[in-house]
């Protein structure tokens, strides 16, 4: 019974291929999220979702495209892909309760390595 | 930028309690501190959070002072498996958290 689910975990594809990672979340909640962890381990977050509404781009480049098809997933989709790419993605949703209370249950991440 | 300032690591015995400090001197009175970790390569796992009381759950309990500019999280019997980054977090604006650099904890036998 994964709370989160990402797919696939692990990518390895050449520099210039597209490619998409697949997040799930069957808590219920409104809103989503994807973070890129790096070599250097910083969790940095790149897009927050509410309600299928995208809420945070930061400052992401346009070849990075999230997609909710519904409340309960959020797609990334991956255009060219650099070499920089190569990371970890984390795919994670939370149910804001309120004022700045929000507790983050994240899937167990997508490891990408572009070639 | 985060709000927070943690050690970059501590070391602590198995079966000991492990005591992480964590510094948020410009906390703002609606800002709560969570706490999260991250075991090996794993996805971040919430652990406990807080506005200004101290609190408890089945994993770790959460002392904040009574200025709200500083707090410990307390693992009361750290095991191998608690081997981890911990990140304390304080909330800046709702659907964006930030996290720092954490503290690399080390468990030993």
């Known amino acids: 019974d994964t709370a989160v689910s990402q797919t696939p975990k692990y990518l390895v594809t050449q520099m210039g291929n597209d490619k998409s990672i697949k997040c799930e979340q069957n808590l219920g909640h409104d809103t989503m999220y994807w973070y890129k962890q790096d070599s250097k381990k910083f969790l940095k977050i790149m897009f927050s979702y509410n309600n299928k509404e995208l809420i945070i781009n930061e400052t992401v480049p346009n070849r990075f495209s999230p997609k909710s098809p519904d409340k309960a997933h959020l797609n990334l989709h991956i255009n060219s892909l650099e070499l920089g790419d190569s990371a970890v993605y984390f795919c994670a949703s939370s149910q804001p309760k309120g004022g700045l209370q929000e507790t983050q249950y994240f899937g167990p991440g997508t490891r990408l390595l572009v070639l | 930028d985060a709000k927070t300032t943690q050690p970059p690591s501590m070391d602590c015995a198995e079966g000991r309690a492990a005591n992480l400090p964590c510094n948020h001197s410009t906390i703002s009175g609606n800002e709560y501190v969570y706490w999260y970790r991250q075991i090996h390569s794993q996805g971040p796992q919430y652990i406990i959070h807080?506005?200004?009381n101290n609190e408890t759950n089945e994993m770790a309990s959460l002392i904040i002072t009574e200025d709200r500019k500083s707090s410990t999280l307390i693992l009361p019997h750290a095991t191998l498996r608690d081997t981890a980054v911990y990140y304390c977090i304080v909330r800046v604006t709702s659907f964006k958290t930030i996290f720092g650099a954490g503290t690399r904890l080390f468990v030993k036998a």
């Open positions: 807080g506005l200004k």
